[in-house]
């Protein structure tokens, strides 16, 4: 039940309720990437508690692809006695080509008359517009951008609306917001079965060979009274497809050859990592191809972001037979 309603994704760009708490000086809080498969590499084992502590140990990681993206807007928001509410948005001059086949964009702006406008008002947070670059990744079929959302954090409201102001309309890469070592929360939409039935979304036990007409249904759907349905009766709907958030996920590394760790014949069903790339530790949502969102952990306090050692990272194919 903690994962009700278990309905489809509206949208498979990830959305963001909360972002972490400031830090001292201004940045971009996420970043978007590609998912291009898993492989397994030789690391030493950074973690101080585990039982392995210290001692070389295969890890599986994700490959994600993170070709840079374009700061499209500068949105400005209020606070009000109903939450915040869109002061103003303020669009960069330039976009790009395909961002058009997106969303409608803005013919004309007075944007001297709305950065004046947020010189008189308070301002309470702080965000970009950003599109990302699919027509940069071979591996992913759509080349229309995708548009998001994300925090500018850290400094006071002042120094935050002026570093966004000097990123309108320009490139960011994943440099700029996240390091090695660093640990982020990672949020997808996992991968799509469809309508699937209560013993394959709940694992129901099979009714006995003397029921009637079928073993697959459910054996009662709630008491009379309340007289409906209740959501915790386990019952047909939507499998996968579901906005999920992955807490705690390491960075591994980060690099700018792709090469370095794509496998022999290309990702399965992805190809080839052409641009910048970051490794994370364990599994992610999602399958290849599906876009994914970075951004600082929310629930990280240990404090460990050293880059860990590593040893080897495994270019064997993934294509079936003998890997290396």
Request: charged share 25%; net charge positive.
């Amino acid at each position: 039940m903690g994962f009700y309603p278990r309905k489809r994704a509206r949208s498979v760009v990830p959305h963001t309720k909360s972002w972490a708490a400031d830090g001292s000086e201004p940045k971009l809080q996420g970043f978007a990437g590609y998912k291009a498969g898993m492989t397994h590499a030789v690391v030493t084992d950074y973690r101080p508690h585990s039982t392995t502590s210290g001692q070389e140990v295969v890890m599986p990681v994700t490959v994600v692809e993170t070709p840079p993206m374009t700061v499209c807007a500068v949105r400005l928001y209020e606070k009000t006695p109903y939450g915040k509410r869109t002061l103003t948005e303020v669009w960069a001059s330039e976009l790009p080509k395909k961002l058009a086949g997106r969303i409608p964009l803005p013919k004309k702006q007075d944007a001297e008359a709305k950065w004046k406008l947020v010189e008189d008002a308070d301002v309470s947070d702080v965000r970009v517009l950003a599109c990302t670059a699919p027509g940069a990744v071979t591996g992913v079929d759509s080349k229309t951008p995708e548009v998001m959302e994300i925090r500018v954090g850290g400094g006071d409201v002042a120094a935050r609306v002026e570093f966004a102001k000097g990123l309108l309309g320009k490139e960011t890469t994943i440099n700029d917001t996240h390091h090695a070592g660093q640990m982020v929360d990672v949020q997808g939409v996992t991968k799509g079965y469809g309508f699937e039935s209560r013993v394959v979304r709940f694992g129901t036990k099979l009714l006995t060979h003397k029921n009637s007409k079928h073993r697959r249904m459910i054996g009662t759907q709630g008491a009379w009274h309340p007289s409906f349905v209740q959501s915790t009766v386990p019952n047909d709907g939507q499998r996968g497809m579901h906005h999920r958030t992955e807490y705690n996920k390491r960075i591994i590394k980060m690099g700018e050859e792709g090469s370095e760790v794509t496998p022999k014949g290309g990702f399965l069903h992805y190809g080839e990592v052409r641009n910048p790339y970051i490794l994370l530790h364990g599994s992610i949502p999602g399958p290849a191809k599906r876009l994914v969102k970075l951004r600082d952990a929310v629930r990280y306090t240990r404090g460990i972001d050293a880059e860990p050692s590593i040893e080897f990272i495994s270019t064997g194919s993934k294509q079936g037979g003998r890997t290396q």
